[in-house]
């Protein structure tokens, strides 16, 4: 499994840490990004970067490869994940 993998979550968010583990228990290997711990100019960059994913700005979001996945979608995570 050699996909690009990154989540944007909030630190707050039951739905972003229920996806954090879900990717754990999958043995995903992910980069994650809490926005709300950022600051300043780079949490302008982050957000920006999101809005071209999912306009909405919800989270958690999740890219997979190409694939975007918006909230706790455990089957639709797990599909991208093994295709």
């Given at each position: 499994m050699n996909k690009n993998v990154k989540l944007y979550a909030l630190s707050t968010c039951i739905h972003c840490k229920n996806t954090k583990e879900f990717l754990d228990e999958s043995n995903a290997e992910y980069d994650c990004c809490y926005v709300d711990k950022l600051e300043g100019d780079e949490r302008t960059r982050v957000i920006e970067e999101?809005?071209?994913?999912?306009p909405s700005l919800?989270?958690?979001?999740?890219?997979?490869?190409n694939t975007v996945i918006v909230?706790?979608?455990?089957?639709?995570?797990?599909k991208a994940l093994e295709s």
């Open positions: 999101i809005k071209k994913l999912n919800s989270f958690p979001t999740l890219c997979i490869g909230g706790y979608k455990k089957d639709e995570i797990k």
